[in-house]
């Protein structure tokens, strides 16, 4: 199994992620030529994209979906509230493209894909699990608080791309309006790099997990920050990064933490 953050940040979001047989994207909130580089990059072709799986419709996550789509005739999948949402901003999409999830699971080859909701002020945003048999990915960013029912679904993953968005600080004292602000620290809002801590915190514990730290503010935020005040309060919690924790940060604009597993 393979797992790599092509893009992560307020600017734009996009995962690949493969299998023995299947390969799909979690989002692509990037020009389609963006995506088609970074999958370049890493080796990989762009038209042997078996899905893109959409977590909410905002632009940082669907920017390039359509434009895949089309291009490569990629089905695209998203539950009914996402894809009305997000039919005015992809453009026309083939009928057999357009894949509505109605249930939680969806199988594409040998992955499986779980989706979970996710507390966003989106139409009805959501998460990902990705297993191929035992091994398991889970991405959580865009959520205003870490739920029981995220928990759940994300705790025994193999890997795991979690939200570690603003310091509270640099954004109560930062450049943005206070509707802004007020609608970050909600609880529809995005999760800080102390919450994102506690939520690892709260997983830690059995296997050894690898834990990315994404979506970062490029205006309240710096990957060193992250990084450091997550390792701060893991240490509080005696648990040790490295052995316990495999902690590392999604880059914004190229790809990063590519996992083979």
Known sequence: MIFCSLYSGSSGNSIFISSSNAKILI????????????LND?????AEIDGIFVTHEHSDHVKGVGVLSRKYDVPIYA??????????????????????????HVN????????FQIPHDAALAQGYSVYEGRKKVSIATDLGYFSENIRKNIEDA???????????EMLKFGPYPYNLKKRILSNVGHLSNEDCAKAIADI??????????GHLS??????ELAYQ???????????????????TVAKRDMPSNYVEF
């Open 218 to 223: 490029q205006t309240n935020n710096y990957p």
């Open 79 to 104: 539950n009914e509230f996402t894809w009305k949402a997000m039919e005015s901003s992809i453009g026309k999409i083939k009928e057999h493209n357009i894949k509505i999830m109605t249930g939680e």
């Open 229 to 247: 005040t997550v390792v701060s309060l893991l240490k509080e919690r005696n648990i040790q990064v490295k052995k316990e924790i495999g902690l």
């Open 204 to 213: 830690a514990g059995g296997k050894r997990k690898r834990v990315i730290l």
């Open 158 to 168: 193999d890997v795991l791309l979690l939200e570690s968005n603003h310091d509270i």
């Open 42 to 46: 890493i080796g990989e072709n762009p």
């Open 27 to 38: 989002d692509a909130g990037l020009p389609g030529k963006n995506i088609e580089k970074a």
């Open 108 to 115: 594409i080859k040998d992955l499986d894909i779980v989706s």
